[in-house]
């Protein structure tokens, strides 16, 4: 299995997104994202994330922008939005899709794309067996992997003891409950089956940063 680092950044009323927010946490908590990126030879997210944030995914750290690492989609039903950065970016061998679709004409798109597809088998709740994928990523070679989940994905990574270390991102701010947003609900799973390996503060960054181990 590969090394598994999680991370997720919260806002201090545990908010992990809130409609028309961009950022939750500050500069300095990004560059340590970035970092993670670097040091990580895939990262993983699910399609909620991808079709909501359409995020980059990339390394961004200056001369390190060639670094950035393999992305990993989790994706069941084949929802990836064709219009979105990951879809535009994908290129041979930079992109895996783990999907159970017979959508053929979507299939076909993808492949196009140079993008990897993996039909993988669903449980009886319909879900991949999240240790079955980090096994078969470890079979293509994948050794670091990043977990940029969202709430679902991170808590049942973190339940199932999937994750080796846990880099909670906490700003200081309060953020609106008055329009859509999501809650981190895996604080429990980590008090109880996680324990503390450091704390990172420093005079220019105002968020708390916590890693936890297994
Ligand atoms: N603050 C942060 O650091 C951060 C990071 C990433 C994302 N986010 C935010 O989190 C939100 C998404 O969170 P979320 O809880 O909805 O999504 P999530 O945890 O990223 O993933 C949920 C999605 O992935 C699928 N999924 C989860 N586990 C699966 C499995 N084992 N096998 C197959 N599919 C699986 C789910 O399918 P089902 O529908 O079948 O459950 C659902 O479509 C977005 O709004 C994003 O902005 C925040």
């Given at each position: 299995m590969p090394f598994v680092t999680s991370k997720i950044a919260v806002s201090n009323?545990?908010?992990?997104y809130c409609e028309d927010?961009?950022?939750?946490?500050?500069k300095t908590s990004d560059k340590l994202s970035h970092y993670l990126r670097l040091k990580n030879d895939a990262i993983m997210i699910s399609i909620n994330t991808l079709n909501i944030?359409?995020?980059?995914?990339?390394?961004?750290?200056k001369g390190y922008e060639n670094y950035s690492p393999k992305r990993i989609i989790l994706d069941k039903n084949l929802d990836?939005?064709?219009?979105?950065y990951i879809f535009k970016s994908?290129?041979?061998?930079?992109t895996i899709i783990f999907h159970n679709s017979l959508n053929y004409s979507k299939i076909k798109l993808l492949k196009k794309k140079g993008i990897n597809l993996i039909k993988f088998r669903l449980n009886k709740e319909k879900k991949f067996n999240l240790k079955h994928i980090l096994k078969r990523l470890f079979s293509l070679g994948i050794r670091h992997l990043l977990v940029e989940g969202g709430d679902k994905i991170t808590k049942n990574m973190l339940k199932n003891k999937l994750v080796n270390q846990f880099f909670l991102f906490k700003s200081l701010k309060n953020l609106p409950k008055n329009k859509k947003y999501k809650i981190f609900t895996s604080n429990n799973i980590l008090k109880n089956n996680y324990t503390i390996k450091s704390k990172i503060s420093s005079k220019l960054a105002k968020d708390k940063i916590t890693i936890y181990k297994r």
């Open positions: 009323n545990n908010i992990i927010v961009k950022r939750i946490t500050d944030d359409n995020p980059k995914l990339n390394c961004r750290l990836i939005n064709f219009t979105s994908a290129k041979k061998n930079n």
